[in-house]
């Protein structure tokens, strides 16, 4: 998340002439709130995010994004930027990813501008772009670095494997992912525990909450033949279009929704299954899985089933048991919870 510290390692670097002489579009990938360009008071700003509450914001402050752009041209899109602005993320290959971008659509002489938190990586990423060409200027404060790139007439060779990145790859339990999303590298304990109480028990129309890349519809397609209707909800992009490609099923339909701001117009589902996030960058929020529980309990028909998995030490029961009184705990590990909860 972008904190006060980062709007003041910011403000440090706009003083410092990073900002100035920018007369075309300025492309800014990976930031998680869109209202700390608007404390700089940037104009003509375009932003690629795969978040849908950052694309809302966004759009709500007036900056166009590249959902708004998808129609057009991406040649012309290219054509008109002049500096690219790189937020770090937690995840090295998104960053990496985001760097390759604005390299490929900044203009030769066009300005990067890398930013980010210690603790998220900058000091790497500033490495590995500092091997290949030379910063023109790396400011430290609040607990971060933001540094000044102009994009060299040859782009450098690794660029192109850090593109690579970016793309839709299997990852080591088999599945298509995305960098960035949730379990990206492998299939959660957590997920996995949850899969095996609900393996074969599913049938009519089902819905996965928060379902990232698809684990838990997958599992649930190929060990229920009973499903009619199966509903992949997720407010990540990326992750949504990873499912795509893991749950290449008929009965299977995508929508890219955050459950916090967008109406879910579903009602009378047979089954919900989630693992539902409980971060919101690095910040835990316990109020994400209690919007996914009062979902639930809103579009579940009477009788229906709610399935789900949570870190044990999460302060969830006391809300299961107020919306779903007839409830199990089907098992307790040391790092999890999966209960079975009715609807009545």
């Known amino acids: ?10 403000l440090e670097a706009q003083r410092n002439g990073f900002f100035s002489n920018i007369s075309r579009r300025i492309l800014v990938l990976g930031c998680p709130q869109p209202e700390a360009l608007k404390i700089l008071k940037l104009n003509d700003v375009l932003i690629c995010h795969p978040e849908k509450s950052v694309v809302q914001k966004a759009q709500e402050l007036n900056f166009q994004t590249l959902i708004d752009l998808e129609r057009f041209n991406k040649i012309r899109i290219s054509r008109s930027v002049r500096t690219a602005i790189v937020w770090v993320t937690k995840s090295r290959s998104e960053t990496l990813f985001n760097i390759a971008l604005a390299f490929l659509i900044t203009p030769k002489a066009g300005k990067i501008i890398l930013t980010g938190e210690k603790k998220d990586g900058i000091e790497y990423a500033i490495k590995k772009l500092s091997a290949m060409i030379e910063p023109i200027s790396v400011i430290s404060k609040s607990h971060g670095k ?3 790139f102009q994009r060299p007439r040859h782009l450098p060779k690794a660029l192109k494997s850090w593109k690579k990145k970016g793309e ?5 339990s088999g599945f298509f992912s995305s960098p960035g999303t949730f379990s990206e590298t492998n299939i959660d304990k957590g997920s996995q525990l949850l899969v095996s109480h609900y ?10 909450l928060g379902a990232g890349w698809g684990y838990l519809s997958a599992e649930a397609i190929k060990n229920s033949p009973s499903i009619k209707l199966l509903t992949l909800i997720d407010c990540n992009l990326s992750a949504l279009n990873s499912a795509r490609l893991n749950v290449a099923s ?3 339909r995508f929508f890219w929704l955050d459950l916090k701001t967008d109406t ?5 589902l047979d089954h919900v299954i989630m693992n539902p996030p409980f971060h919101i960058g690095r910040k835990v929020n316990f109020d994400l899985g209690l919007t996914f529980l009062g979902t639930a309990q ?15 030490e999460l302060p969830y029961e006391k809300s299961i048991a107020s919306l779903f009184p007839n409830y199990d705990l089907l098992n307790e590990t040391k790092n999890y919870k999966v209960i079975r909860a009715k609807k009545t």
Not at 168 to 172: G, V
């Open 1 to 10: 998340m972008v904190t006060i510290l980062g709007i003041k390692r910011l």
């Open 146 to 148: 933001i540094g000044l």
């Open 168 to 172: 839709l790859q299997k990852n080591a």
């Open 199 to 208: 393996s074969g028990k599913l049938h009519g129309n089902v819905i996965d």
């Open 250 to 252: 008929s009965k299977a």
């Open 264 to 268: 879910l117009a579903l009602k009378n």
């Open 298 to 312: 809103k579009i579940l028909r009477k009788g229906g089933i709610l399935w789900m998995v949570f870190n044990r």
